[in-house]
T-cell receptor, first 112, second 116 residues
């Protein structure tokens, strides 16, 4: 059972470069989320989606864009990476109602 | 507004003792869910336990139980008979069923260290 899969697992970017993180889930979940986790801190919500074709801003959306063209995929884009975006990024998905989120394994991104 | 607060940045506990990790929350939504996740040093997020706002009984999952006090808006995690493998970061999270488009938000976490 794959669950939630994030690609890539590790990446190093130079300041100003762009990249896209891919999240794929095979549980037919409506909701998908992107979080970032900085050292010693909790998870902060970047963007989320309540269904195919929808996206919404979370707590820390600046510098990121997202798209959900297919229900199973949720893409996180960095148009011009900055060192402040060095972090571990987690994707998660959940069903409807007050149900728990299932997480991917995380992507460690370093911007130099 | 939806908010989760964990006031214990770190805790040390002797092996085999019980430990309580604190979590308070704030919401105006009458229907919500509360969750606890464990994050070991390997980094993955492991779901531990869930409590619904309308559940009459406190949730239990093996050695984990959730001390849910609705009037106080607290959802503390209790780990009985702690083990060395329980050393990890623990996050409390909340999801409103109706408002805020079902965002799931997290507290800042508690780092639990179990002493042998």
């Amino acid at each position: 059972n794959a669950g939630v899969t994030q690609t890539p697992k590790f990446r190093v970017l130079k300041t100003g470069q762009s990249m896209t993180l891919l999240c794929a889930q095979d549980m037919n979940h409506e909701y998908m989320y992107w979080y970032r986790q900085d050292p010693g801190m909790g998870l902060r919500l970047i963007h989320y989606s309540v269904g195919e074709g929808t996206t919404a801003k979370g707590e820390v959306p600046d510098g990121y864009n997202v798209s959900r063209l297919k229900k199973q995929n949720f893409l996180l884009g960095l148009e011009s990476a900055a060192p402040s975006q060095t972090s571990v990024y987690f994707c998660a998905s959940s069903g409807t109602g007050a149900t728990e989120a299932f997480f991917g394994q995380g992507t460690r991104l370093t911007v130099v | 507004a939806q908010k989760i607060t964990q006031t214990q940045p770190g805790m040390f506990v002797q092996e085999k003792e019980a430990v309580t990790l604190d979590c308070t929350y704030d919401t105006s939504d009458p229907s919500y869910g509360l969750f606890w996740y464990k994050q070991p040093s390997s980094g993955e997020m492991i779901f531990l336990i869930y409590q619904g706002s309308y559940d009459q009984q406190n949730a239990t999952e093996g050695r984990y139980s959730l001390n849910f006090q609705k009037a106080r808006k607290s959802a503390n995690l209790v780990i009985s008979a702690s083990q060395l493998g329980d050393s990890a970061m623990y996050f409390c999270a909340m999801r409103e069923a109706y408002s805020s488009a079902s965002k799931i938000i997290f507290g800042s976490g508690t780092r639990l260290s179990i002493r042998p």
